[in-house]
């Protein structure tokens, strides 16, 4: 078949290193479908393209690569927008390539016939609509480029049905890129990492000024250390000056849970304690009290001008690749004070915490308080586990207690907090490791976004091992409820619903656990399985996650 502007684009993707496309079946995009049989692009195709489309961005967050959904026109993008948002609130290189009506009986009411962009420019780097087949290639290409550009995001491009048919010879800028060679044979791979420029001297300067005056500072890694492959770096500065380190989304496992210089449960203190809280690839937000920290003095430092915390009005702010603004303060900088006293202070808060959760983490309390499920998992888990969390209150909890010790292995939703997350990143989870263990941790409520997508996992033959924390209610919004009202509506769930037996009807296996006694066994079980497997614990609705965000 001659090629077309589906071709194109496939042929672009190729390029990049795409290998796997994930989708939901629409007839809009057939021609990309088309192209992808053709360069052996693996579509995988879902039940929502919500799924789709987080399992897109799953796969851009485990690879630090792009990740591409392809959706149909209409619902099919509308579908779509939650994931795209959580995307760009990530900063995730998410490439999502849409279906449109054809442009040639625009207006006239066309199948499924509506413009796309103006529901997706606020929460994209660029939404664009290629109606030129001959362009494809092309605008594929600059879209990958640009959602891998720091600061990241995703890309949002259109095609025409009609156009998207089309034969087509690449035109334009696109034959510079020699797109003739890459549709006959599949070219080579065009893929590179694309670096934010070096901070300015200036930048680096002051905050090693402020570093090396500091008693008492305390650094915090964020997602985007992992995005810009700056973990090393990271650790040699806290190493080098001797600072005390906490982690936060991908930035966990950056440095290993169990190193000495690393604190979760000391969190609290060190930053109410602290006299410069150095921040480090994450925005200024809720999970960081907004970037302000006691009296503490903050430095911001981020790989693009755009992501900077003005709100906080930050005493320096460094803007640049990690990796390049980590080295050079850790060169320029020298700390004046003895870090030892600080250390062990820090040390000894995370001792007195963790001796007060033992009981919770091994008690045998009847229904399962949720942290006894993290208690005995802890123990499964391998250091490269990939864990992945979609939920409220049952997953908070991982949040605090499931320690990660390599880069890359913790997906949660990140401050948008949007639920349905887990089935997509589940799936782009086992194609991208699939030696390791990959486990997904769902609340009952959030199995209801995505839990049909399953049948995803078992049709693909993607084992993962999935534990539901089913308390029966919407535990988030319950018990603040009750404190606030007196009262709640609209926060109850079926008690006890056996959501191993759906997963089961769906081709994959699971059990309902009811005591802590035996979940040991049944998490043995699921490992072994080679299956989809859903464990189904009932836990206690009576405990209500300890909060002290401020989210306003």
Same mark, same amino acid.
């Given at each position: 078949m001659e090629a077309n502007g589906g071709h194109q684009a496939a042929a672009a993707l190729r390029a990049h290193g795409v290998d796997v496309v994930y989708t939901l079946s629409g007839g809009h995009i057939f021609p990309l479908y088309d192209g992808c049989v053709q360069r052996e692009i693996r579509l995988l195709d879902v039940r929502h393209e919500q799924t789709a489309t987080f399992a897109a961005e $799953?796969?851009?967050?485990?690879?630090?690569?792009?990740?591409?959904?392809?959706?149909?026109?209409?619902?099919?993008?509308?579908?779509? =927008?939650?994931? =795209?948002?959580?995307?760009?609130?990530? +900063?995730?290189?998410? @490439?999502?390539?849409?279906?449109?009506?054809?442009?040639?009986?625009?207006?006239? $009411?066309?199948?499924?016939?509506?413009?796309?962009?103006?529901?997706?420019?606020?929460?994209?780097?660029?939404?664009?609509?290629?109606?030129?087949?001959?362009?494809?290639? +092309? #605008?594929?290409?600059?879209a990958v480029t640009e959602a891998l550009t720091p600061h990241r995001g995703p890309v949002f491009l259109d095609f025409p049905l009609d156009s998207f048919f089309l034969p087509a010879e690449p035109s334009g800028e696109a034959q510079g890129h020699a797109w003739r060679e890459l549709l006959e044979d599949g070219g080579v791979r065009l893929s590179r990492e694309v670096?934010?420029?070096?901070?300015?001297?200036?930048?680096?300067?002051?905050?090693?000024?402020?570093?090396?005056? #500091?008693?008492?500072?305390? @650094?915090?890694?964020?997602?985007?250390?992992?995005?810009?492959?700056? !973990?090393?770096?990271?650790?040699?500065?806290?190493?080098?000056?001797? =600072?005390?380190?906490?982690?936060?989304?991908?930035?966990? $496992?950056?440095?290993?849970?169990?190193?000495?210089?690393?604190?979760?449960?000391?969190?609290?203190?060190?930053?109410?304690?602290?006299?410069?809280?150095?921040?480090?690839?994450?925005?200024?937000?809720?999970?960081?009290?907004?970037?302000?920290?006691?009296?503490?003095?903050?430095?911001?430092?981020?790989?693009?001008?755009?992501?900077?915390?003005?709100?906080?009005?930050?005493?320096?702010?460094?803007?640049?690749?990690?990796?390049?603004?980590?080295?050079?303060? *850790?060169?320029?900088?020298?700390?004046?004070?003895?870090?030892?006293?600080?250390?062990?202070? @820090?040390?000894? *808060?995370?001792?007195?915490?963790?001796?007060?959760?033992r009981d919770e983490l091994e008690g045998d309390s009847h229904p399962i308080h949720p942290a006894r499920v993290y208690g005995i998992l802890s123990s499964k888990l391998d250091r490269d586990a990939v864990v992945i969390c979609d939920g409220g209150d049952f997953v908070s909890y991982a949040g605090k207690l499931v320690e990660s010790y390599t880069p890359g292995c913790w997906l949660d939703p990140g401050p948008y907090g949007c639920l349905g997350t887990g089935l997509g990143y589940a799936a782009a989870a086992r194609i991208v490791h699939p030696d390791r263990q990959v486990v @997904?941790?769902?609340?009952?409520?959030?199995?209801?976004?995505?839990?049909?997508?399953?049948?995803?996992?078992?049709?693909?033959?993607?084992?993962?091992?999935? =534990?539901?924390?089913?308390?029966?209610? !919407?535990?988030?919004?319950?018990?603040?409820?009750?404190?606030?009202?007196?009262?709640?509506?609209?926060?109850?769930?079926?008690?006890?619903?056996?959501?191993d037996a759906v997963v089961k009807a769906l081709g994959g296996a699971g059990e309902t656990v009811e005591k802590a006694s035996e979940l040991p066994d049944a998490l043995d079980r699921a490992f072994e399985s080679g299956v989809p497997y859903l464990i189904n614990v009932l836990t206690d609705p009576s405990v209500a996650y300890p909060r002290s965000s401020n989210l306003a």
């Open positions: $799953g796969h851009a967050k485990l690879t630090r690569g792009i990740g591409v959904a392809a959706v149909t026109a209409g619902p099919g993008v509308t579908n779509a =927008i939650s994931p =795209i948002t959580s995307a760009h609130f990530n +900063g995730s290189p998410v @490439l999502v390539l849409g279906g449109r009506a054809p442009q040639g009986r625009w207006g006239s $009411g066309s199948l499924q016939e509506m413009d796309h962009l103006p529901l997706v420019r606020s929460i994209t780097k660029r939404a664009e609509t290629v109606f030129d087949p001959a362009a494809a290639a +092309g #605008a594929v290409h600059d670096r934010a420029p070096a901070p300015g001297s200036d930048q680096v300067l002051a905050a090693a000024r402020l570093l090396s005056d #500091a008693e008492r500072p305390v @650094l915090v890694g964020g997602s985007d250390v992992w995005w810009d492959g700056a !973990w090393q770096a990271l650790a040699n500065l806290a190493q080098e000056l001797r =600072i005390p380190v906490v982690l936060n989304g991908m930035g966990r $496992g950056c440095m290993p849970a169990d190193h000495e210089l690393v604190f979760s449960r000391a969190r609290s203190v060190a930053f109410r304690e602290a006299d410069l809280v150095v921040v480090v690839g994450t925005p200024l937000d809720f999970r960081l009290g907004f970037g302000h920290f006691g009296r503490a003095r903050v430095v911001h430092i981020q790989d693009s001008p755009s992501v900077l915390g003005g709100h906080a009005s930050p005493a320096a702010s460094v803007a640049g690749d990690l990796n390049s603004a980590l080295t050079a303060i *850790a060169d320029a900088a020298t700390r004046r004070s003895d870090p030892e006293a600080w250390i062990e202070k @820090l040390r000894g *808060a995370e001792q007195t915490k963790r001796a007060g959760e @997904l941790l769902l609340g009952d409520g959030a199995f209801g976004f995505s839990g049909l997508d399953f049948d995803t996992l078992v049709r693909h033959r993607l084992p993962v091992v999935a =534990i539901v924390g089913n308390n029966g209610i !919407w535990g988030l919004e319950k018990h603040p409820m009750q404190m606030l009202y007196g009262y709640d509506v609209a926060a109850d769930l079926r008690q006890e619903t056996a959501y």
